[in-house]
């Protein structure tokens, strides 16, 4: 049990700056972010509904799992790696440092969609999801793949680049297993309740 204990404190990662620390966590959210936005892109228009927000809360929550379950072998390799010396826990602070200068911007424009979504009428809330969050759903696999293209370049590391790839190609399927996720199903007229007029009567 010491011994375990001892291998962990070693490990190269508590080491780190806070700025880095920063990083690291700016990542995950970013990360975590992308898996949110692919299903609640998935889940608009789910209920037949304008107003669906426990829907998109839905989507959100299954897009984030999917994710999850994609990159948790993907994170596995990287903490292998990563905590194997000092020296290569310092390319993948600095490969991150490149990523998150791609990846930080749009996150940022991601999340103020979603607060104004949450908290505005329907009206400004299905323009946003149509305009910005359609639009970032397009953009989606260029930006990932820009983000560990400047990771890689400035790392010029073959582990790297080869986690990062797989990275980036787990993160591209994940809105396609969340919209399969949705619509393994087809939406019945029951499933919508009841018409206005039935519930008037």
Do not use: C, K
């Not at 780190?16 to 990083?23: G, I, Y």
């Not at 966590?25 to 936005?37: I, K, M, N, P, S």
């Not at 897009?63 to 010396?85: E, N, R």
């Not at 791609?102 to 946003?128: C, D, H």
């Amino acid at each position: 049990m010491n011994d375990l204990v001892d291998a962990i404190a070693s490990w190269p990662i508590w080491e780190l700056a806070w700025t880095e620390w920063a990083v690291l966590v700016a990542l995950l959210v970013v990360v975590l972010q992308h898996g949110g936005t692919a299903g609640i892109h998935a889940a608009m228009g789910r209920d037949g509904m304008i107003d669906h927000r426990r829907a998109e809360l839905l989507g959100a929550i299954r897009g984030t799992a999917t994710l999850v379950a994609l990159m948790g072998p993907v994170f596995v390799i990287w903490a292998f790696d990563a905590l194997s010396s000092p020296e290569r826990m310092e390319l993948y602070v600095t490969a991150n440092w490149a990523i998150i200068a791609v990846y930080g911007p749009i996150t940022v424009v991601a999340l103020a969609s979603f607060v104004l979504a949450r908290t505005t009428p329907w009206q400004v809330r299905s323009n946003l999801n149509s305009v910005v969050i359609g639009t970032l759903e397009l953009l989606r696999p260029w930006m990932a793949a820009a983000g560990m293209i400047a990771g890689i370049a400035i790392t010029r590391d073959v582990v790297v680049a080869a986690i990062g790839t797989i990275a980036v190609i787990a993160g591209i399927l994940v809105p396609a297993i969340t919209r399969r996720w949705w619509y393994r199903h087809p939406v019945r007229l029951t499933d919508l309740g009841e018409p206005a007029s039935a519930e008037r009567a």
